[in-house]
């Protein structure tokens, strides 16, 4: 705490002042607000239980100087304070606000409050209370890559709260200097007020880091994705609450947040106080209320024979000690009913006093209770193990009788618990098993630690086992209606709802939790409600033990989280990512025009100044039809298939042959999902026996690679292939037109390009004019002589300047995606997922040519079906308006002459796909599907459109231009 640094804040429109190093809950107390909401569905008065995470009442709508706009559901145990902060207390809800941050790239550098970030790490250690700290020193000494995180803004855990001493250092002193150490290791990263959402598979975890304020340049939270080599989880342990009459009263709260309010932030939460236990823990903060002036009126302590040393040290400090007994119902002061104002300062419905009664072995009341006034019930049930995180790595549970407690097992993930995560007891042991942990998972990694130090810690008893009473019974000696016993505060659940679930026949704790929704309010069960509700489901079945229950499940993530800070930056213009290609900053000087395909960034034409897109689209189409052009297709997915079985795969996935393909030629092959309908095309060539280099359409690239794999890894294991994405890896430039031979023999000199020696569909490897190794294929996806030139990705400009060089003479032109459209459109090359629409086959484009009938493929069976062959499927075809010069909109409905219009429902024959203006046919034209399209060329279609106009045209042969083939070899 830094008492010169007075803070001021606002808490339910009120104006209060705290201190640097407070909490919104802390600072609350101090102001003497112990009050938190009323209870969201009982309307019950509730207030702060506790100092962390494990908070179950004090939720708070949060807006820190600075921010775009509040924050709801903030746990006040967990803010820290700053200057100007406004909250508001929350009933278990709370309210979206919008956010006036702009979604410009611009604006995320001043304006972004939540980004993420990736780490890998050969130790990554959860938790910076003393085991976590051992564990970071000793693997971080050892030259392990270490990431170590924890939710407090400076490591220590509980060493923060008491006064333990280390190494001879006070507990805060010794983790300070560990932390100095770890910052000055050159592979080790602290992060602190970081909190793991997530352990998922592979040893990936996520976890949520905050800011203390907003500051330029810095966002006020972090989304880390971390891969670790190993894990080491000293996520500490959780206190256990007590199931008594009026356990969820303001005023009662867990003994160890009296100790860390006391002892971290010198704040008293009551001006007198009982202790209620079940172990040796309690005891400290009996001491330290009684040394903070605290009169404490008793200790409750559950087990008929505490440790003699305890019970004395606390005799001596002047507190009544009360064996074999428990609190078994609390009285409220001023109105003890219901109310659903938010608690504040006054003392409407806090704790006033308690009732305590001695219990027989059985857990009975074995006399009448007695009344003890106080106003602050420290409470602690007992100590769960955190497990959360471990089990969602998989790890098993187990019930340890001696702990009381579920404790860690085997775990499927190179992980390990260290410490009280492990049911450890005691500091010393901690110490140890934190040293040992951090050798073990450096030494895991490669790194060996040599003789790594155990921290001293002298006067650290082994603690006395606990005796859990998981159901303090009501005063009336029986079971009453358990109305009153709470279970889970936060969902106002209780015996009687885990009671009316066993009576409606329910067994498993998992269908108990759904029914009473114990356990799924925002702290998940951290708050005890996870643990206490197995032993009262065990207590009311007559179990043995709570281990023949088992525990419920534990999903992540593991605290709240926004959804804003899941998605991060990804929002505006950073939604989806942007990719360029090599040869993008060459684009952005000649001014092209961009579109997106599947995320790429494309250059769709090239104006000049003073041209229309119209203009641009003809120049470039002129040139690629007439001279020779050029165009970027490095955005092309490109595959590496390699195997022994590569060409007997690739004859599954295709519709036509692959297996029997020459190595140095290539061949175009259309794929079909399983129901005959085509997903995908393009060229694949034979480069290898053993390898074959296949491409996909631009935005479907990672679908094939997933289908890919999917066959590989689910239906044909036994197929020796491996798929491996090379998009990236290659940049691909077209060269177009009757003179690009022309370019291609000043650009490979060494390399034969007359026909005879470079014929259709063939592939070489030569060296570039400039040295540069280079793939070239002699493809055309415009009808043209062209050539695919490939070179290594980071070579793709120089190669791109070099064919725009050596074609200067020749009048070469860059040309876009829009160009390569009416090419290949004139041609009627179809493009899949324009003029394709998840039901065509490759019958109904026209391509039966590629279906192959002497072998298996994916979706054969399906295009034999009655259905994929009937005659009225919708065909491939062209449409020529009659009016050449007007232009069918993409997407226009196909009618018959004269339907009538104005009676709906029209039959539609057809839609139109793709629709251009060409300068080789001298019109303009259109590619559609048509019902019946192959057996209507000639006849005439209308096309109604939203403006009441019809355009007639005329159902035509796909391939509109050289439907010979005759400019394909130059």
């Not at 009671?499 to 799924?520: C, F, L, N, P």
């Not at 023999?745 to 400039?770: G, I, K, N, Q």
């Amino acid at each position: 705490m830094d008492r010169s640094a007075p803070l001021r804040f606002t808490f339910d429109g009120v104006e209060l002042t705290g201190l640097r190093g407070d909490t919104l809950a802390s600072a609350l107390l101090a102001n003497g607000r112990w009050g938190a909401a009323a209870s969201q569905y009982r309307g019950r008065p509730r207030g702060i239980a506790a100092s962390g995470v494990a908070e179950p009442h004090a939720l708070a709508q949060v807006r820190r100087p600075g921010s775009a706009a509040s924050e709801p559901m903030q746990l006040a145990t967990t803010v820290e304070l700053v200057d100007g902060l406004q909250a508001w207390s929350l009933p278990g809800r709370g309210r979206l606000e919008p956010e006036d941050v702009p979604a410009t790239p611009a604006a995320f550098t001043t304006s972004a409050v939540f980004d993420k970030m990736h780490v890998h790490a050969d130790v990554l250690v959860v938790g910076a209370g003393p085991a976590g700290l051992a564990a970071a020193l000793t693997a971080g000494r050892a030259g392990a890559r270490v990431v170590l995180v924890d939710d407090q803004p400076e490591p220590g855990g509980q060493l923060l709260s008491g006064h333990e001493t280390v190494d001879g250092l006070p507990g805060p002193e010794w983790a300070a200097r560990v932390t100095a150490e770890l910052a000055a290791l050159p592979d080790v990263r602290v992060l602190p007020r970081t909190t793991l959402l997530g352990y998922h598979d592979q040893n990936y975890l996520t976890a949520a880091q905050s800011f203390e304020a907003p500051a330029p340049g810095r966002p006020e939270q972090r989304l880390w994705h971390i891969r670790a080599r190993q894990v080491v989880l000293a996520t500490g342990a959780l206190e256990l609450p007590m199931v008594f009459a009026g356990n969820d009263r303001p005023g009662v709260m867990s003994a160890a947040a009296v100790r860390t309010y006391l002892n971290r932030y010198a704040v008293a939460p009551g001006s007198r106080a009982v202790v209620v236990t079940t172990n040796d823990h309690a005891y400290a903060a009996a001491l330290d209320l009684a040394a903070a002036g605290v009169p404490v009126a008793a200790l409750v302590d559950t087990r008929p024979e505490p440790p003699e040393g305890l019970v004395d040290a606390a005799r001596r400090a002047g507190i009544e000690v009360l064996t074999g007994s428990a609190v078994v119902a609390t009285e409220a002061s001023g109105d003890a009913g219901d109310v659903r104002a938010a608690g504040d300062a006054g003392t409407s419905g806090r704790v006033a006093a308690v009732r305590v009664a001695p219990l027989t072995a059985e857990g009975e009341l074995a006399a009448p209770a007695r009344r003890l006034a106080c106003d602050l019930l420290a409470v602690s049930g007992g100590w769960a193990p955190a497990v959360q995180l471990w089990s969602q790595a998989r790890g098993s549970l187990h019930w340890d009788e001696e702990s009381a407690a579920f404790l860690p097992g085997d775990c499927p993930q190179p992980a390990v618990t260290v410490g009280s995560a492990r049911g450890s007891h005691g500091l010393a042991e901690c110490l140890a098993e934190g040293v040992e942990a951090g050798a073990r998972t450096a030494a895991a990694v490669g790194f060996l630690a040599t003789s790594p130090q155990v921290p001293l810690c002298a006067g650290d008893p082994r603690p006395t086992a606990p005796r859990p009473v998981w159901l303090v019974p009501g005063e009336s000696g029986g079971a009453g209606d358990w109305r009153d016993h709470f279970v889970d505060t936060q969902r106002d659940a209780t015996v009687a709802d885990i009671d009316r679930a066993i009576r409606a026949g329910m067994r498993s704790v998992e269908h108990i939790k759904r029914y009473t929704t114990i356990g799924t309010a925002h702290d998940q069960g951290k708050a005890g409600s996870a643990v206490s509700a197995v032993g009262v489901i065990a207590q009311l079945l007559g179990a043995a033990s709570p281990g023949e229950v088992g525990t419920a499940t534990f999903r992540g993530p593991s605290i709240p989280v926004s959804f804003a800070l899941l998605a991060g930056r990804e929002r505006g213009a950073l939604f989806d990512p942007s990719r360029t290609t090599p040869l993008h900053p060459w684009h952005v000087r000649r001014g092209a025009v961009f579109e997106n395909v599947g995320q790429w960034l494309r250059p769709r034409y090239y104006p000049r100044p003073g041209e229309s897109m119209d203009e641009a689209v003809a120049r470039e189409c002129g040139a690629a039809r007439e001279f020779v052009a050029a165009m970027d297709a490095s955005t092309l997915g490109k595959i590496d298939v390699i195997g022994p079985d590569a060409g007997l795969f690739l004859d599954r996935i295709y519709t036509n042959g692959f297996a029997k393909l020459p190595v140095g030629s290539a061949r175009y092959g259309m794929m079909c999902h399983a129901d005959g309908m085509v997903f995908d095309d393009g060229v694949t060539v034979r480069l290898a026996e053993d390898h074959y280099y296949l491409t996909t359409t631009t935005g479907n690239a990672a679908a094939v690679l997933d289908w890919l794999e999917e066959w590989l890894q689910t239906e044909w294991p036994e197929l020796r292939v491996r798929c491996t994405s090379v998009t990236e890896q290659w940049a691909t430039v077209a060269v177009v037109g009757p003179r690009s031979r022309e370019v291609l023999a000043v650009l490979a000199p060494d390399l034969d390009v007359s026909r005879e020696a470079f014929p259709f569909m063939t592939v070489r490897h030569t060296s570039l004019a400039d040295g540069l190794p280079a793939r070239i294929c002699r493809i055309s996806f415009s009808g043209e002589l062209a050539y695919e030139i490939n070179v290594a990705g980071w070579h793709g400009l120089a190669l791109w300047e070099a064919v725009l060089a050596y074609g200067a003479h020749l009048g070469i032109t860059p040309y876009g995606t829009e160009t390569m459209h009416v090419l290949r459109a004139e041609k009627g090359f179809p493009i899949v997922g324009q003029d394709t629409d998840g039901t065509v086959t490759p019958l109904d484009l026209g391509m039966d040519w590629i279906v192959a009938r002497h072998k298996d493929f994916i979706g054969r069976r399906s295009l034999r079906r009655p259905d994929t062959v009937r005659p009225d499927r919708r065909h491939l075809v062209a449409l020529l308006p009659h009016d050449p010069d007007e232009l069918l909109p993409e997407g226009a409905q196909l009618v018959a002459p004269g339907a009538d219009l104005d009676r709906p429902p029209v039959p539609m024959l057809g839609h139109v796909t793709s629709s251009y203006r060409s300068v080789a046919l001298g019109r303009t034209f259109a590619l559609a599907l048509v019902a019946s399209g192959r057996e209507r060329l000639g006849q005439t279609l209308h096309a109604p459109l939203a403006d009441g106009r019809v355009i007639a045209a005329t159902v035509a042969d796909p391939v509109l231009y050289d439907p010979k083939g005759t400019r394909r070899d130059g």
